[in-house]
């Protein structure tokens, strides 16, 4: 089921503006990088927030590290059934890091609202959609790489301190 679900979304590379969308997000989002600029950003203009943009950032890229550890431990090599549309920083596929990332960014920095959750929700989706369209990951490294973004962040909520009123 993995390989047949990787196959049919991959098969939308074959568009160039999709290939060329998703080989864009993918290095954008090479170790976490586009959501930490984008933590650091927001930490740069809310200035009345700039501690809880600070520590969501590092929640994310703490999530990112927690993937990284995972990879190391499960060894699952990446998809060999379909040509890879990039290249990749390693040979493992479980979990996907970029949707870590993705992931751990669209909550918490969802969290700090108005801000952050319009961009970042839609951007972490399209992120954790283009590693099956780029073709360097299973499904399931992407669903278990967003859980644990998610769960990383979420566990992390309330020392992001921010304050709905």
């Not at 090479?30 to 959501?35: K, N, R």
């Not at 992931?103 to 108005?114: D, E, I, K, R």
């Not at 669903?143 to 921010?162: E, N, S, Y």
């Amino acid at each position: 089921m993995d390989r047949r679900l990787l196959s049919m979304v991959h098969a939308y590379g074959d568009h160039p503006r999709i290939a060329a969308t998703a080989r864009a997000l993918s290095r954008s989002g090479e170790h976490g990088a586009l959501w930490l600029a984008a933590g650091l950003a927001g930490a740069a203009v809310d200035r009345e927030r700039r501690g809880a943009w600070l520590r969501a950032t590092v929640l994310t890229a703490t999530a990112h590290l927690a993937s990284m550890g995972v990879k190391r431990i499960v060894r699952r090599p990446r998809p060999t059934h379909v040509r890879p549309l990039v290249r990749t920083a390693g040979r493992h596929s479980f979990p996907s890091s970029h949707a870590t990332s993705a992931a751990a960014a669209a909550v918490s920095f969802g969290a700090l609202g108005a801000l952050g959750a319009p961009v970042a929700v839609p951007l972490a989706a399209a992120m954790c959609l283009s590693r099956l369209v780029v073709g360097v990951h299973y499904p399931t490294d992407v669903a278990a790489g967003a859980a644990l973004g998610a769960a990383t962040a979420g566990l992390g909520a309330r020392w992001i301190g921010v304050r709905h009123g």
